[in-house]
């Protein structure tokens, strides 16, 4: 158990940053509104955030092969719905989606459709994001760049806020379920440049964290960027 104080938090929630890094300083615009076309960065330990409408496709790629890019999809008019895995598990009677299959959020509504794997499709739906709290555990005792304060970070970095942090899907990471219902952490099996696409059903926001975890082998001890774009 950690013996960690954290900051104590204004809000009686789970939406604040427990640190800060540049993911802060370096939205990709103001409100997080895209240059169709463009190709964006997610750096290696930080977030990003990014604006769609309906029925705009964000291409998220894994430059790398080897990073794990925890994704979320926050309704962009009321961010306590969001993609859920749970009920995305539920909807698609599965525990991994593959082209074709819907994101839902946890009012049952589909916010994003999988368009598009070019990897092998091993992704989790499982995990919840890294956060200070996974480190300290893991005998950190200064601050730990994490998943969690990356999708506050990037929110907050386009003038909004969540007020907790949802479980993600974990692209490429491989955390496969084995008959004995163990959970083994392994690296991606993704390659360079794979990527996947997911298609807005709902004006939503798209938040990316590039996985800071350099500890369990989930990103080869070795965060990388990965890279979007979005089209129409
Ligand atoms: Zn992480």
Redesign the pocket.
């Known amino acids: 158990m950690s013996t960690h104080t954290y900051p104590a938090c204004c809000e009686k929630d789970n939406g604040s940053a427990l640190g800060t890094n540049a993911t802060l300083s370096s939205p990709i615009s103001a409100d997080g509104t895209p240059v169709i076309g463009e190709v964006y960065t997610v750096p290696a330990r930080c977030g990003r955030a990014v604006r769609l409408k309906k029925g705009q496709v964000i291409r998220i790629i894994n430059t790398p092969g080897s990073q ?1 890019c ?1 994704t979320w999809l926050f309704n962009s008019a009321d961010l306590s719905e969001f993609s859920s895995m749970e009920h995305t598990r539920a909807f698609i009677d599965k525990i991994i989606p593959q082209p074709g299959d819907a994101l839902v959020t946890n009012q049952r509504r589909v916010i994003g459709t999988l368009l598009t794997d070019t990897s092998p499709g091993v992704h989790d739906t499982l995990i919840a ?2 956060d200070l709290y996974r480190y300290s555990n893991m005998g950190i005792t200064e601050y730990h760049d ?2 969690a304060d990356n999708m506050r970070l990037a929110l907050n970095a386009i003038g909004l806020r969540a007020r907790e942090v949802p479980q993600p899907l974990n692209l490429w990471m491989n955390t496969p379920v084995n008959p004995d219902y163990t959970i083994s952490w392994l690296p991606t099996v993704s390659k360079a440049g794979d990527y996947v696409e997911i298609r807005a059903e709902l004006e939503c926001i798209v938040v990316m ?1 590039a ?3 350099d500890i369990v082998p989930i990103n080869g001890c070795n965060p990388q960027d990965v890279h979007f774009s979005v089209s129409e």
């Open positions: 794990v925890d994001a890294c994490s998943c964290s996985c800071p975890q």
